[in-house]
């Protein structure tokens, strides 16, 4: 089984690690994208939300499990998993939530970060039983 985090015991990434890498950011921007439109009911996109969203899915992808992973290295399990949600939804509301018009900005942002860990979760789950590929294993 491939995992997109394998580089983490230190081995130097090659080509398919790093094609992994950017095909989970493209997903997860795509996801953070169709959750915020969902539930702003807006679907057109400036360049700077883009760019927001670009920026909130590479954190997803990258930093995020660095805090779920510290937490693990503490015996934390469950709680690097919830520390590592409560990170999404401060991204998230700081950086895609100002964009979007909506009424109040933290329930957007905690529903924008719910939806798009459920939809992580369902991709991850389709590239697993169909390529064999841990392909976002952030959560």
């Known amino acids: 089984m491939t995992s997109l985090f394998s580089i983490a015991s230190g081995a ?3 080509l398919q690690e790093l ?5 989970a950011i493209i997903l997860v921007a795509i996801i953070f994208y169709v959750s915020g439109a969902l539930v702003s009911q807006d679907w057109s996109a400036s360049g700077s939300y883009l760019l927001r ?3 909130v899915a590479i954190l997803a992808v990258i930093v995020i499990p ?3 992973n510290a937490a693990d290295e503490f015996g934390l399990r469950e709680l690097g998993l919830l520390l590592a949600f409560v990170l999404l939804i401060v991204a998230v509301k700081f950086i895609i ?3 979007l018009s909506v009424s109040d900005d933290w329930l ?3 529903v924008v970060s719910f939806i798009g860990v459920v939809l992580i ?3 991850d789950e389709v590239a697993n039983r169909l390529a064999d590929i841990r392909l976002l294993t952030i959560f």
């Open 66 to 68: 660095v805090f779920r």
């Open 53 to 55: 969203v670009l920026v």
């Open 12 to 14: 130097i990434m090659d």
């Open 97 to 99: 939530i100002d964009e």
């Open 108 to 110: 957007a942002a905690i």
């Open 19 to 23: 094609l992994l890498l950017v095909i």
């Open 121 to 123: 979760y369902i991709v």
